[in-house]
């Protein structure tokens, strides 16, 4: 007990050096890049929590990052080098934009419905990258990446031919219909209910993990694909269920995202939140609250940079390099190992000489 | 004193997590003698030893050679100043010629950057030449067998002008006729001015060959004698602190109406390049342990592979009970009453970082005592583990302690705890004992004695002849992935003979070995 | 039908199959140098997309393409390092560290070019220079082999060379030698005195540079300017090659080769009105059905030597 206390102290106290370390280099940049560094570092820490539509702004960028790190991280902690939530996101964007213009009409039913649909068709998809690991053993790192540049292009070719709406002059589909909106959840901002679906998921995504046989499966295959093998778990059903399910949560997310923020599907680019949703996982350990967490974290930054980046000279993508330092110190071994080392050395001798 | 070679002083080691390897360890090696160090696993020779190589570095204390204080950043400071190491696995890789492995790390060299493959090759024969190696310089590494590899592993410590040769348990992969052989080039390496060091637990073989000995228990030495000094009795006390006992026929129960557990009918593994098992046909029967000798690389884990359902097979048969389970999937074949030591318990057995209590119930996690349709039970898993864990004796805290913090034995404990939980008809059991302490290995051998006098059969494969004769009631041997002989009692073969099959020297008729498929 | 097979038997698609290769093998050479000393890089596509901006921006600032292409090489080898460096020192999984560093990349190389030219687009606006195409004297005369080998971007024939040179490196010298020790079995390595964290750096340095050559053969050759994201994937479809060749480099440079081809009939039906989204969807597919036949075949072959 006493041992693991002092392990989830060490990544506290790791993390929040990290956090630290990366903070004094983005300090660095502004004073390099800006006219008004002191102004942009105050704006990049503290603006988020200065106006409720900010924090709004905080919570509405948590949520499309936060599926595709719950997505991301599954597929991780079964060992699995998938980074298709990139592609899911856009062709499941693409499907509820498709589906979202042909509802019935009825608020409660239309986004429920919407949302489904683009869940189980990113499940489906994410089958294919699936299947041909679990039988083939096929490179999924590598066909993964194909499908998002195959998947976007298939997309896009999709929505200029079968969906473009004529009376805009931009690519973009047709208007989602009135009733597929998702409601707002804090009056005042566009937060809307997509929060509390993440943390419903976020939940869920935990009880799988850690109280069910699927979860148990994943963890043992994760850790120790020989292992799992040798213990007479079935690696072609696993791989199978789990890039469902996380094609599944990432579908979900990409649907909750547009019904939440956008009227039409304008996406005419991969959207990077699949790949940031790798980055999440990564922060946040493949643990579903860390990913939460990773998810807050970089959505605060990515908001402070948005709003820095509108009063001052320095471009939102100065978040970039707070979260690649971030990535790199969180995951590092030896980072501060040295330090917890003789901290470590010290308790043992605290302990031998009270024996 | 000037004949002495190289000088360990009050040498010691604590690993990161605080365990200590080596307490104030001193030993002095002279130039031209075959010096053994001796103990049982985990009594800190091998650490010593990478210390002295410059693999691991000392905590305190210091080496001392040819007269010098040295400090080993690496071992290539050690290899220069004319260090060498044969390691217990080896350091081979196996697409490389035996010539590239020989050179590399130092390789003669055209135009300053190029490798000369030719030299290469012409210095490696030259070398195998003078010291009466046969062996295939072209030749890739993974096609040698395992005596060949160690051939190559010595001559990289020549090739780099090794003048201390350290052989971490050579023997320990060799059949009796191998050791011999390696032996008389060691002799001859004492002759030509080479010390040899070397690392053992085999303690009649340290006697024959030594000049002198150091007894290392728990991390210290416990002296150096000159081996016509020392006793084996003597030696033993000094390393176990008791008697070994080794016979178990007392305690093993007569059975009557046993029948077969297991049948392996015709089995036979083919590839394009070869047959890696043919013709095996076997019967294990309820209440007894049928041993499998042989030296490694023989067909063993193939043909344990295959009826644990990790590999498939080209043709024949694989009966449990009666019920045929040659391509049914591992689950099924556990839940038909298989259970499974393995033989790398890291890489197979255990999930290094998850709890104990994870890795206890894994080969029977959807069982109903411990899982609902989807959700585990996580209480009744609570209670097997720690039911297990006493009962088995795992030293730790607590069941949700890392599996991978614990020491070998304690590992090696969990993992037999686990394939005993799902009480099976057949345990195969591969090298249970390789690698840990002595208690455990001892527990563990009452253990599986107690499996098979309730009525189990077992299925034991181990390279340590020792634990095959002394466990076993009937034995086989494989040689060159074909059953070579049968023996209906450990006491109908010699060490001598059992050597000759393992070698592939001798082999029964076919009607004798037919006699190991019993109905 | 017709148009399309006047375009594709054409000593002008041989051409585009060598101009479109070149960043491919770069990228797969890249890849392959860090993946066989035992350090897989997957940051080429990133380093690619910051060499390809900071060959522009450094011949901006210098008034030399070639002083680009060093700034270029510069922050190629600097990205490898950083993945070098944390995953040998503070053991970051490579992978986690790769994908840190692309993801970085992409934002990064925006943010430059917001700074310097204030839009989020390109560096058209910028007086950046372009490296030299060469037409080799004689060769350029001879019909059809001339059209087709002469008239390339100087960095087409560095590549050629370097191509040669890493085959060279690799199977004959004592470096290439103890690159594969420490990628096939680094405790063998170590054990007869290989540095094996020296050889792996010096591994990713040579893979950064090559990463970068690619990096800046698109900003500086292919086109004569950076637009956010240009790598378009040609990074991964290195991986990809890599991944298919296993170790051996010549079947690394020919599936790169197979993938040139498709990229280029891409490029060449670009000028027909088939619909563009589609068209570029080529080259990946090439590699995502490659791959799986790849796999197929290796299971099939497993499956026949253990059975």
């Given at each position: 007990m006493f041992k693991k206390n002092s392990d989830v102290m060490f990544e506290i106290v790791k993390t929040l050096v990290a956090i630290a370390i990366s903070l004094v280099i983005s300090f660095l940049i502004l004073v390099l890049v800006s006219k008004t560094p002191v102004d942009a570092f105050f704006k990049l820490l503290t603006a988020p929590v200065t106006k409720i539509r900010y924090f709004g702004n905080v919570l509405e960028t948590m949520v499309p990052i936060g599926f595709a790190g719950l997505a991301t991280s599954l597929l991780f902690r079964t060992g699995l080098f998938n980074l298709g939530t990139e592609g899911i996101y856009y062709i499941c964007g693409v499907v509820t934009a498709t589906v979202a213009s042909q509802m019935f009409g009825n608020a409660f039913l239309d986004p429920i419905l919407t949302i489904l649909i683009s869940s189980v068709f990113g499940g489906l998809v994410a089958l294919i990258p699936g299947y041909f690991k679990a039988k083939y053993n096929t490179n999924e790192l590598v066909v993964s990446l194909m499908m998002n540049s195959i998947l976007f292009g298939l997309g896009l070719f999709f929505v200029k031919t079968f969906i473009r709406a004529s009376d805009v002059p931009s690519v973009a589909s047709n208007k989602f219909m009135e009733t597929t909106r998702l409601p707002i959840f804090i009056p005042g901002t566009r937060t809307h209910i997509g929060v509390i679906v993440l943390l419903v998921v976020t939940v869920l995504m935990f009880i799988l993990l850690f109280k069910t046989k699927l979860g148990y499966s994943i963890r043992m295959t994760g850790l120790n694909k020989n292992f799992a093998k040798y213990s007479g778990m079935s690696a072609f059903a696993l791989f199978l269920s789990v890039h469902f399910i996380s094609g599944f949560i990432g579908g979900m997310g990409s649907s909750i995202e547009l019904l939440g923020m956008y009227e039409r599907f304008t996406w005419v680019a991969l959207p990077g939140l699949g790949f940031t949703g790798a980055l999440i996982a990564t922060l946040g350990k493949n643990n579903p609250f860390g990913v939460l967490l990773a998810s807050f974290g970089i959505a605060y930054i990515r908001v402070g940079a948005e709003i820095m980046s509108r009063t001052t000279d320095v471009p939102v993508e100065m978040a970039a390099f707070v979260e690649a330092i971030l990535v790199f110190l969180i995951m590092s071994q030896y980072f501060l190992k040295k330090w917890r080392d003789r901290s470590l050395l010290k308790e043992g001798d605290k302990a031998n000489g009270t024996v | 004193m000037d004949d002495i070679i190289l000088s360990l002083q009050e040498i010691t080691k604590v690993y990161d997590n605080g365990v200590f390897a080596n307490r104030k360890v001193s030993i002095d090696f002279k130039k031209g003698e075959i010096h053994s160090v001796v103990g049982e696993n985990g009594a800190g020779k091998s650490t010593i030893m990478k210390i002295a190589f410059g693999m691991e570095k000392q905590s305190e204390g210091q080496i001392v050679y040819k007269g010098k204080p040295v400090q080993f950043e690496n071992s290539m400071e050690a290899i220069k100043l004319g260090i060498g190491m044969v390691h217990q696995h080896f350091m081979l890789i196996p697409s490389f010629t035996v010539a590239q492995s020989i050179v590399l790390g130092n390789e003669p060299v055209k135009n300053k950057f190029f490798v000369d493959y030719n030299q290469a090759t012409k210095k490696a024969t030259e070398l195998a030449k003078k010291y009466n190696f046969e062996i295939d310089v072209k030749a890739k590494i993974e096609t040698l067998s395992v005596g060949a590899k160690q051939k190559v592993e010595i001559l990289k410590t020549l090739y780099q002008d090794a003048e201390v040769i350290i052989l971490d348990e050579p023997t320990a992969v060799l059949t009796p006729q191998e050791t011999d052989a390696l032996f008389i080039e060691l002799k001859k390496f004492r002759e030509l001015g080479h010390t040899v060091i070397f690392i053992s637990h085999k303690l009649n073989e340290v006697k024959q060959i030594s000049d002198r000995i150091t007894i290392m228990k728990n991390g210290e030495s416990c002296g150096t004698y000159n081996a016509c000094d020392i006793s084996i009795e003597k030696m033993t006390e000094l390393i176990v602190g008791r008697e070994l006992s080794t016979s178990f026929e007392d305690i093993k129960k007569k059975l009557d109406n046993t029948k077969a557990v297991l049948a392996v009918e015709n089995l036979e593994i083919k590839t394009t390049k070869k047959h890696t098992l043919n013709n095996i046909n076997f019967t294990v029967k309820s209440g007894e342990i049928l041993g499998i000798a042989g030296v490694q690389g023989n067909g063993q884990s193939e043909l344990i592979q295959a009826i644990a359902g990790m590999r498939s097979f080209t043709s024949g048969s694989i009966h449990l009970n009666d019920v045929d389970i040659s391509t049914i999937p591992i689950k099924q074949r556990r839940q038909k009453g298989l259970a499974y030591i393995p033989e790398d318990r890291m890489q197979d057995g255990i999930a290094a970082n998850a709890s104990i209590s994870d890795n206890i119930i894994s080969t029977y996690y959807d069982s109903p005592e411990i899982s609902g349709k989807v959700f585990m039970k996580n209480k009744s898993i609570r209670t097997i583990a720690d039911n297990l864990i006493s009962k088995f004796s795992v030293k730790t805290t607590s069941a949700k302690t890392k599996i991978g913090s614990l020491s070998g034995g304690n590992i090696q404990k969990v993992v037999v705890a686990r394939e005993y939980q799902t009480d099976p008809q057949l345990l195969i059991a591969e090298q249970p004992t390789r690698g840990i302490d002595i208690g455990s290995a001892n527990f563990i051998h009452n253990q599986l004695i107690d499996l098979r006098n309730e009525g189990r059969a077992i299925l034991l494969v181990s390279a340590d002849l020792t634990e095959v004769m002394d466990l076993s009631d009937k034995l086989i041997v494989m040689y060159d992935g074909e059953i070579v002989a049968y023996f209906e009692?450990?006491?109908?073969?010699?060490d001598k003979d059992l050597g000759l099959y393992m070698l592939g020297v001798k082999k029964q008729s076919e009607e004798e070995i037919r006699r190991a498929y019993r109905v | 039908m017709e148009q399309y097979k006047d375009l594709i038997f054409s000593a002008s698609f041989f051409f585009v199959i060598i101009r479109v290769c070149v960043p491919l093998m770069f990228a797969s050479m890249s890849a392959y140098t860090a993946n066989l000393s035992g350090l897989p890089n997957i940051a080429v596509e990133g380093i690619m997309l910051i060499a390809a901006i900071m060959g522009v921006l450094g011949s901006v600032w210098t008034h030399s393409a070639w002083l680009g292409l060093l700034v270029a090489i510069a922050s190629g080898i600097l990205m490898a390092l950083i993945l070098a460096f944390s995953a040998i020192k503070l053991k970051t999984t490579p992978i986690m560290g790769g994908i840190a560093l692309n993801v970085f990349a992409s934002s990064f190389t925006v943010f430059l070019l917001f700074v310097i030219t204030g839009s989020k687009g390109t560096t058209a606006s910028l007086p950046s220079k372009v490296l030299p195409t060469i037409h080799i004297p004689i060769i350029k005369d001879i019909p059809i082999l001339g059209e087709i080998i002469s008239g390339h971007n100087v960095l087409a024939y560095i590549c050629m060379i370097t191509a040669v040179l890493v085959y060279i490196l690799v199977y004959k010298t004592k470096f290439g030698l103890h690159m594969r020790a420490s990628g096939l079995d680094e405790n063998a390595a170590r054990s007869v005195g290989i540095n094996v964290n020296r050889v792996r750096f010096t591994s990713l340095i040579l893979s950064g540079i090559l990463a970068a050559m690619g990096g800046a053969y698109l900003s500086m050759g292919y086109l004569s300017f950076f637009t956010a994201n240009m790598t378009a994937s040609r990074g991964w479809i290195g991986i990809a090659a890599e991944a298919m060749g296993r170790g051996n480099f010549i079947t690394v440079l020919l599936t790169t080769l197979v993938f040139g081809v498709f990229d280029a009939i891409t490029n060449v039906l670009s000028l027909t009105n088939l619909p563009s989204e589609l068209l570029q969807t080529i080259p990946y597919l090439a590699v995502f059905f490659a791959i799986i036949a790849y796999s197929i075949k290796e299971y099939n072959k497993k499956k026949r030597n253990n059975a």
């Amino acid at each position: 007990m006493f041992k693991k206390n002092s392990d989830v102290m060490f990544e506290i106290v790791k993390t929040l050096v990290a956090i630290a370390i990366s903070l004094v280099i983005s300090f660095l940049i502004l004073v390099l890049v800006s006219k008004t560094p002191v102004d942009a570092f105050f704006k990049l820490l503290t603006a988020p929590v200065t106006k409720i539509r900010y924090f709004g702004n905080v919570l509405e960028t948590m949520v499309p990052i936060g599926f595709a790190g719950l997505a991301t991280s599954l597929l991780f902690r079964t060992g699995l080098f998938n980074l298709g939530t990139e592609g899911i996101y856009y062709i499941c964007g693409v499907v509820t934009a498709t589906v979202a213009s042909q509802m019935f009409g009825n608020a409660f039913l239309d986004p429920i419905l919407t949302i489904l649909i683009s869940s189980v068709f990113g499940g489906l998809v994410a089958l294919i990258p699936g299947y041909f690991k679990a039988k083939y053993n096929t490179n999924e790192l590598v066909v993964s990446l194909m499908m998002n540049s195959i998947l976007f292009g298939l997309g896009l070719f999709f929505v200029k031919t079968f969906i473009r709406a004529s009376d805009v002059p931009s690519v973009a589909s047709n208007k989602f219909m009135e009733t597929t909106r998702l409601p707002i959840f804090i009056p005042g901002t566009r937060t809307h209910i997509g929060v509390i679906v993440l943390l419903v998921v976020t939940v869920l995504m935990f009880i799988l993990l850690f109280k069910t046989k699927l979860g148990y499966s994943i963890r043992m295959t994760g850790l120790n694909k020989n292992f799992a093998k040798y213990s007479g778990m079935s690696a072609f059903a696993l791989f199978l269920s789990v890039h469902f399910i996380s094609g599944f949560i990432g579908g979900m997310g990409s649907s909750i995202e547009l019904l939440g923020m956008y009227e039409r599907f304008t996406w005419v680019a991969l959207p990077g939140l699949g790949f940031t949703g790798a980055l999440i996982a990564t922060l946040g350990k493949n643990n579903p609250f860390g990913v939460l967490l990773a998810s807050f974290g970089i959505a605060y930054i990515r908001v402070g940079a948005e709003i820095m980046s509108r009063t001052t000279d320095v471009p939102v993508e100065m978040a970039a390099f707070v979260e690649a330092i971030l990535v790199f110190l969180i995951m590092s071994q030896y980072f501060l190992k040295k330090w917890r080392d003789r901290s470590l050395l010290k308790e043992g001798d605290k302990a031998n000489g009270t024996v | 004193m000037d004949d002495i070679i190289l000088s360990l002083q009050e040498i010691t080691k604590v690993y990161d997590n605080g365990v200590f390897a080596n307490r104030k360890v001193s030993i002095d090696f002279k130039k031209g003698e075959i010096h053994s160090v001796v103990g049982e696993n985990g009594a800190g020779k091998s650490t010593i030893m990478k210390i002295a190589f410059g693999m691991e570095k000392q905590s305190e204390g210091q080496i001392v050679y040819k007269g010098k204080p040295v400090q080993f950043e690496n071992s290539m400071e050690a290899i220069k100043l004319g260090i060498g190491m044969v390691h217990q696995h080896f350091m081979l890789i196996p697409s490389f010629t035996v010539a590239q492995s020989i050179v590399l790390g130092n390789e003669p060299v055209k135009n300053k950057f190029f490798v000369d493959y030719n030299q290469a090759t012409k210095k490696a024969t030259e070398l195998a030449k003078k010291y009466n190696f046969e062996i295939d310089v072209k030749a890739k590494i993974e096609t040698l067998s395992v005596g060949a590899k160690q051939k190559v592993e010595i001559l990289k410590t020549l090739y780099q002008d090794a003048e201390v040769i350290i052989l971490d348990e050579p023997t320990a992969v060799l059949t009796p006729q191998e050791t011999d052989a390696l032996f008389i080039e060691l002799k001859k390496f004492r002759e030509l001015g080479h010390t040899v060091i070397f690392i053992s637990h085999k303690l009649n073989e340290v006697k024959q060959i030594s000049d002198r000995i150091t007894i290392m228990k728990n991390g210290e030495s416990c002296g150096t004698y000159n081996a016509c000094d020392i006793s084996i009795e003597k030696m033993t006390e000094l390393i176990v602190g008791r008697e070994l006992s080794t016979s178990f026929e007392d305690i093993k129960k007569k059975l009557d109406n046993t029948k077969a557990v297991l049948a392996v009918e015709n089995l036979e593994i083919k590839t394009t390049k070869k047959h890696t098992l043919n013709n095996i046909n076997f019967t294990v029967k309820s209440g007894e342990i049928l041993g499998i000798a042989g030296v490694q690389g023989n067909g063993q884990s193939e043909l344990i592979q295959a009826i644990a359902g990790m590999r498939s097979f080209t043709s024949g048969s694989i009966h449990l009970n009666d019920v045929d389970i040659s391509t049914i999937p591992i689950k099924q074949r556990r839940q038909k009453g298989l259970a499974y030591i393995p033989e790398d318990r890291m890489q197979d057995g255990i999930a290094a970082n998850a709890s104990i209590s994870d890795n206890i119930i894994s080969t029977y996690y959807d069982s109903p005592e411990i899982s609902g349709k989807v959700f585990m039970k996580n209480k009744s898993i609570r209670t097997i583990a720690d039911n297990l864990i006493s009962k088995f004796s795992v030293k730790t805290t607590s069941a949700k302690t890392k599996i991978g913090s614990l020491s070998g034995g304690n590992i090696q404990k969990v993992v037999v705890a686990r394939e005993y939980q799902t009480d099976p008809q057949l345990l195969i059991a591969e090298q249970p004992t390789r690698g840990i302490d002595i208690g455990s290995a001892n527990f563990i051998h009452n253990q599986l004695i107690d499996l098979r006098n309730e009525g189990r059969a077992i299925l034991l494969v181990s390279a340590d002849l020792t634990e095959v004769m002394d466990l076993s009631d009937k034995l086989i041997v494989m040689y060159d992935g074909e059953i070579v002989a049968y023996f209906e009692s450990t006491n109908d073969v010699t060490d001598k003979d059992l050597g000759l099959y393992m070698l592939g020297v001798k082999k029964q008729s076919e009607e004798e070995i037919r006699r190991a498929y019993r109905v | 039908m017709e148009q399309y097979k006047d375009l594709i038997f054409s000593a002008s698609f041989f051409f585009v199959i060598i101009r479109v290769c070149v960043p491919l093998m770069f990228a797969s050479m890249s890849a392959y140098t860090a993946n066989l000393s035992g350090l897989p890089n997957i940051a080429v596509e990133g380093i690619m997309l910051i060499a390809a901006i900071m060959g522009v921006l450094g011949s901006v600032w210098t008034h030399s393409a070639w002083l680009g292409l060093l700034v270029a090489i510069a922050s190629g080898i600097l990205m490898a390092l950083i993945l070098a460096f944390s995953a040998i020192k503070l053991k970051t999984t490579p992978i986690m560290g790769g994908i840190a560093l692309n993801v970085f990349a992409s934002s990064f190389t925006v943010f430059l070019l917001f700074v310097i030219t204030g839009s989020k687009g390109t560096t058209a606006s910028l007086p950046s220079k372009v490296l030299p195409t060469i037409h080799i004297p004689i060769i350029k005369d001879i019909p059809i082999l001339g059209e087709i080998i002469s008239g390339h971007n100087v960095l087409a024939y560095i590549c050629m060379i370097t191509a040669v040179l890493v085959y060279i490196l690799v199977y004959k010298t004592k470096f290439g030698l103890h690159m594969r020790a420490s990628g096939l079995d680094e405790n063998a390595a170590r054990s007869v005195g290989i540095n094996v964290n020296r050889v792996r750096f010096t591994s990713l340095i040579l893979s950064g540079i090559l990463a970068a050559m690619g990096g800046a053969y698109l900003s500086m050759g292919y086109l004569s300017f950076f637009t956010a994201n240009m790598t378009a994937s040609r990074g991964w479809i290195g991986i990809a090659a890599e991944a298919m060749g296993r170790g051996n480099f010549i079947t690394v440079l020919l599936t790169t080769l197979v993938f040139g081809v498709f990229d280029a009939i891409t490029n060449v039906l670009s000028l027909t009105n088939l619909p563009s989204e589609l068209l570029q969807t080529i080259p990946y597919l090439a590699v995502f059905f490659a791959i799986i036949a790849y796999s197929i075949k290796e299971y099939n072959k497993k499956k026949r030597n253990n059975a």
